[in-house]
């Protein structure tokens, strides 16, 4: 067995259908009295539904949160929470919500109680990030990460089945680098294998019905033990390659994703063995298949399969390798510029990830 560090982060996790309504003992637990609520402005309703269950500890909702938390968002948010003398911070939603009430604390250390209804993972993360001129800059710091998250199924619901399906794909990503991260351990790998077990299990019955409140339970446990592994442990080219693409060429940020897992699991397969094992066990495939499962997975649950389809310009591919390639994270395959353009050729074009990933 390999040497591990592992360091386990405190959050409180509430979970279960109906558990939203523990946020006013949640934020009380805290000792805070004048809580932001912060959704996106799609999800004001949602908002004013949790506002409602904290009564007197509310003391606005700020509806403002859009994809990629730009500074002019940020800033104006954080005169708001001077000027109401606000003293927490409740994101509902997704991660733009999430990601809004984190830059917020970034500036201030307010603590955040978040309730997500997507399963992007951002709320088990100490990782930020704000855009500014085009350019999306992150960074790791603990005061972001949710002191409490209450993840309540039944609030899922009406997240449509084809974002449930990509942001269902986007936590799987993060499970599947883990697996293969530079720091990973023995812990993060359990908690990985089974977010990937579940939420492949479950996120094919969302599909059938939008309204199953088990498979909606179990995907948002594997999203909580994906954002978990994210916290954690490193990310490497899947989510290089994500970032590059959402950022530079403003690529919907899941079904990048989506579109993007299996080829970057071809690329790195031969080269992380232990992780291949782990991802077939929770796939229920054989190792030199998990690729091409991934992509079947997709395809069956009409996710998106080619970066030509949500709206990548072939033109663009040049320069993406080369932002892709430029400052690389740790990849258990080597990274050079000409293989990963390969890459982006297949992604483009959907091709089916099949036998070795060769140039
Ligand atoms: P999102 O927050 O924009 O939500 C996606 C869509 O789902 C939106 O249209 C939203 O209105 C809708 N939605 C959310 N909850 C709903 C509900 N209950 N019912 C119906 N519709 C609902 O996107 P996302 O995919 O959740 O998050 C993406 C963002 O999060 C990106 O900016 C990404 O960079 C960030 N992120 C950050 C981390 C981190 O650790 N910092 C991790 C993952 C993602």
């Known amino acids: 067995m390999k040497n591990f560090m592992y360091e386990a982060q405190a959050t409180r996790v509430i979970f279960g259908a109906g558990v939203r309504k523990e946020v006013h003992a949640e ?34 909702i700020h509806a403002n949160a859009v994809q990629h938390v730009p500074m002019e968002t940020v800033e104006k948010s954080v005169e708001l929470v001077r000027e109401l003398n606000i003293d927490s911070l ?34 088990m993360t100490p990782i930020w990030g704000i855009t500014e001129n085009g350019l999306k800059k992150t960074g790791k710091d603990f005061v972001v990460k949710p002191k409490s998250v209450i993840y309540d199924p039944e609030l899922t619901v009406k997240l449509p089945a084809r974002v449930s399906v990509t942001s269902g794909l986007n936590a799987m990503a ?10 990973t351990n023995p812990i993060i790998s359990l908690l990985a294998e089974e977010g990937i077990r579940t939420l492949h299990s479950s996120l094919p019955s969302i599909l ?52 993007i897992l299996p080829y970057a699991l071809w690329y790195n397969a031969a080269y992380a063995p232990d992780a291949v094992q782990a991802i077939a066990r929770s796939l229920g ?31 663009d591919l040049d320069q993406a390798a080369e932002l892709a390639t430029k ?4 990849n258990p395959r080597p990274i050079d510029q000409k293989t990963i353009r390969r890459l982006l050729d297949y992604a483009f074009i959907g091709k089916r990830p099949i036998g070795c990933f060769s140039f």
């Not at 603590?111 to 209804?117: K, L, M, N, Q």
């Not at 069956?300 to 970066?307: C, E, I, R």
Request: charged share 20%; proline share 4%.
């Open 327 to 330: 400052n690389a994270y740790y």
């Open 90 to 123: 409740v994101p509902v939603g997704g991660g733009s919500s999430i990601g809004l009430a984190k830059a917020i604390a970034l500036n201030t250390s307010l603590p955040i109680v978040a309730i997500p209804t997507t399963y992007a993972g951002s709320e």
């Open 27 to 60: 934020l009380k637990k805290i000792g805070v009295k004048r809580a932001l609520v912060i959704s996106s402005p799609g999800q004001k309703e949602l908002a004013m539904k949790i506002s409602r269950l904290l009564g007197d500890l509310c003391a606005d």
């Open 285 to 315: 495939t054989d190792k030199d298949a998990v690729a091409e499962t991934l992509f079947d997975l997709s395809t069956s649950l009409g996710a998106p399969t080619s970066l030509a389809e949500i709206g990548m310009k072939e033109t």
């Open 174 to 183: 993060h499970c599947v680098e883990g697996l293969y991260a530079e720091n």
């Open 208 to 259: 059938v019905d939008q309204n199953d409140i088990e498979a909606r339970s179990k995907a948002l446990y594997g999203c909580w033990l994906a954002g978990t592994v994210l916290g954690s442990v490193g990310i490497a080219i899947h989510h290089k390659l994500c970032h590059v693409l959402g950022g530079s060429y403003n690529l919907p940020h899941a079904e990048t994703h989506s579109v």
